[in-house]
Structures are given as structure tokens and as C-alpha cells.
């Protein structure tokens, strides 16, 4: 995400959007009733009386609406926002919809910014470039690739095959894994030319078998990747390498890595009964004692004023703020432990705590966290 401009007296933000990330993070940064602004099409309404509306030409405007209405969609990455429009050359109080994508502008009205949104903007303008990552969990008969950028994890190809077993007469079975590892090969190659680095996990012996073919016919890109084991391959495996930062260094750089990471870290905390809050009474007791090192936030609480003035303290404690996707495999966990929750500077006990476990924060969200 790149800041173009921005208006202090206005609060008025020109936003360049370049990543998928970003569209999620805008999607998130607008509230409803807020005015968002983007370059656009609308039929001309100074086309002759006659001329059916669906004939009318089409131009190219600037419009500004009060948003009534968002939808974001990760599949076709695209983020649409809906409402009457407020500033433009016609057809002002008329519904329109922007629907933005990558490399487009949008202009976003926000005289003040929450702690929330302004670690949501921070965290746009630091990882402005996000590098693209291509993990794949591979093993014989069952691989996933999947492209990481920022908050997007895309799917790339899940290959599945059946696989000869040894029993089988005239070598099938090899001439089935020299097959698979060839298509596995060339998926990776096409894909791989524009990643900063290729990661390949798995259980058995397969990533190092496609990792010496990657040698000897692309250098290159042999020379851009990691090898990482998983009990796992597929999706599975996917997600246990992301979980257990065993490839933090190559996907430091990767905010879904580090969000899977992170939300890990804080289960084995709760479990272990160290240094975790579950629940809003128990974190906005860690935040007023100022015990919070970083607080994790479901996306759906964002809008919750409740909640918003808890981030507001936190943060001026100088906790560090995660906001979670609800649709991945960390914001369901998070959400089973009452979608917000925290790590902790040091051991702390909650004065209200239900488990009777003296020096430590509690293992499990009170009922109703």
C-alpha cells in the first residue's frame, strides 16, 4: 500500500492499492457511513432522452459515496464498496459501486484514526511491496502449492494422483512417480518465476527428490529455495509449516505466516497456563496492568465500540495490535477463544480468574468471553 497524498485538516487519505493485502486491509480500514472516493465508469446521463439507458455510453469519473455496503472478495480479489453518491459531476444521491482491485487508487475520509485502523494503515504502508512466497506441501500421490502475498494465501494446484504400489509388474509404480514428479516440476517452475523464494515441505523424501530436479534444469530457482519438514503434506501441511515457524526466516517477510504464528504461540500459552489472557474482562485487566505485549483481535470485533476503546488502551500501553482474519485457519482458532486475546510481557494473574491457579493467567475463556 502506498500513501499518494494525504490532507491533515480533511483527513482526507489517497491510498494506492497493491497487493491483495491490501484490499482486505482497506476493506477493513472503511466504516459504514464513512465517504470513500475511486476513479470509475458511470452512464453519461446527458445522452439524448431517446437512447435506451443500457445503450448510453459509459464515462470514466471520479465519484465519492457515503458507504452504505462492503464486500470483500478474496477469490477474484476485489473489494466493492456501495452507496449514494456524495461528490461527482451528476447523479449525486444516486446509488453507485466502487469495485476497486489491484493498482487502483481510492481516496478514504477519516478525520481521526483508531488504533485499530491506524495499525491496519501501518502495517499497509510498511509491507508496501509484500514479496510473493510459493509453498509447497508435497508428498507422492497428495501435494498443495499455494502462493502467500502479505494476508492472501491464493491456492495455486492441489495434485492428487494415485500412485502404483511397488507390487505392480514392468515398473509402474516408478514410471507413476516419475510422472508426478515431472507435473509437480513444472507447476513449480511456472509459478516460482516470479517469487521471491520457493519453499518445499513435506513428510517423505519427495521435496528432496524435486529439489534436485529443480537443480539440475532451473539453477535459479534451485538456488531460491527451502526445504522444511511436516508430518503432513496438502493443505495440512500448509498450514503446520505456516503454524510452527520453522521457515520464519524465509517468510519473515509474509504477514499470513506471521499471523499463523502468532495465534499458535498463544494456544500453547492458554494450554501451558503461561502468559496469555482469554476473553475481553481478562484482557482489558492484562491491558490497565500494563501486561500486554501483543493483543490479538478477530476482524470481526473491529466495529465493536467495546472493544475499539480496548485496542485505543492497549496500544497507548505500547502493546502491539494483530488483527486476525475470521476466514483462515488462526481466526477460527482465535474465535474459539472468544476472538480476542493476549500475549503477555510477564506472569500475571487476573484478580477475577475462575481456575484457582495461583500466579498464572487463566488456561481457558471464561464463560461468555
Given amino acids: 500500500m502506498r500513501l499518494v497524498s494525504r490532507d491533515p485538516s480533511t483527513g482526507r487519505y489517497r491510498l494506492r492499492l497493491e497487493t491483495p493485502s491490501d484490499l482486505w486491509r482497506i476493506s477493513r480500514l472503511v466504516r459504514l457511513g464513512e465517504v470513500v472516493g475511486a476513479s470509475t465508469t458511470r452512464r453519461d446521463p446527458e445522452a439524448p432522452i431517446d437512447v435506451p439507458g443500457a445503450e448510453r455510453s459509459r464515462r470514466r469519473v471520479y465519484l465519492a459515496v457515503r458507504v452504505e455496503q462492503i464486500d470483500f472478495h478474496g477469490f477474484s480479489q476485489h473489494v466493492r464498496f456501495t452507496g449514494p453518491i456524495v461528490e461527482g459531476p451528476f447523479d449525486l444521491g444516486r446509488h453507485h459501486t466502487l469495485d476497486l482491485a489491484e493498482g487502483d487508487d481510492v481516496t478514504v475520509v477519516k478525520p481521526s484514526l483508531a488504533a485499530a485502523e491506524r495499525a491496519l494503515l501501518d ?194 500501553a505500547r502493546a502491539r495490535l494483530f488483527v486476525v482474519r475470521s476466514e483462515e485457519a488462526p481466526g477460527k482458532r482465535l474465535a474459539g477463544l472468544g476472538d480476542i486475546a493476549a500475549l503477555l510481557r510477564y506472569d500475571w494473574t487476573s484478580e477475577r480468574r475462575t481456575t484457582g491457579s495461583p500466579g498464572r493467567p487463566r488456561a481457558a475463556p471464561r464463560t461468555g468471553a
Fill in 123 to 316: 502495517e499497509g504502508l510498511a509491507g508496501r511491496g509484500d514479496p510473493t512466497i510459493l509453498v509447497a506441501a508435497v508428498d507422492w500421490g497428495d501435494s498443495s502449492i499455494v502462493r502467500l502475498r502479505g494476508r492472501a494465501i491464493e491456492p495455486v494446484a492441489d495434485v492428487r494422483r494415485t500412485i502404483a504400489g511397488k507390487r505392480f509388474e514392468g515398473g509402474q509404480a516408478e514410471k507413476d512417480r516419475a510422472t508426478y514428479l515431472e507435473e509437480l516440476r513444472t507447476l513449480v517452475v511456472r509459478e516460482g518465476a516470479s517469487a521471491t523464494a520457493l519453499v518445499l515441505a513435506g513428510p517423505g523424501f519427495l521435496k528432496e527428490a524435486l529439489s534436485r530436479r529443480l537443480a539440475e534444469t532451473e539453477p535459479e530457482l534451485a538456488r531460491r529455495t527451502r526445504l522444511f519438514p511436516t508430518s503432513e503434506a496438502g493443505r495440512v501441511g500448509v498450514d503446520e509449516l505456516l503454524r510452527s515457524g520453522r521457515a520464519s526466516e524465509v517468510l519473515r517477510a509474509n504477514v499470513a505466516a506471521e499471523e499463523a504464528e502468532v495465534v499458535e504461540r498463544l494456544v500453547e500459552a492458554v494450554a501451558g497456563g503461561r502468559r496469555a489472557a482469554v476473553g475481553r474482562a481478562e484482557v482489558a485487566e492484562a491491558v490497565d496492568a500494563g501486561a500486554v505485549e501483543t493483543l490479538l483481535v478477530g476482524e470481526r470485533l473491529l466495529v465493536d465500540p467495546e472493544v475499539a476503546a480496548l485496542v485505543d488502551r492497549a496500544r497507548e
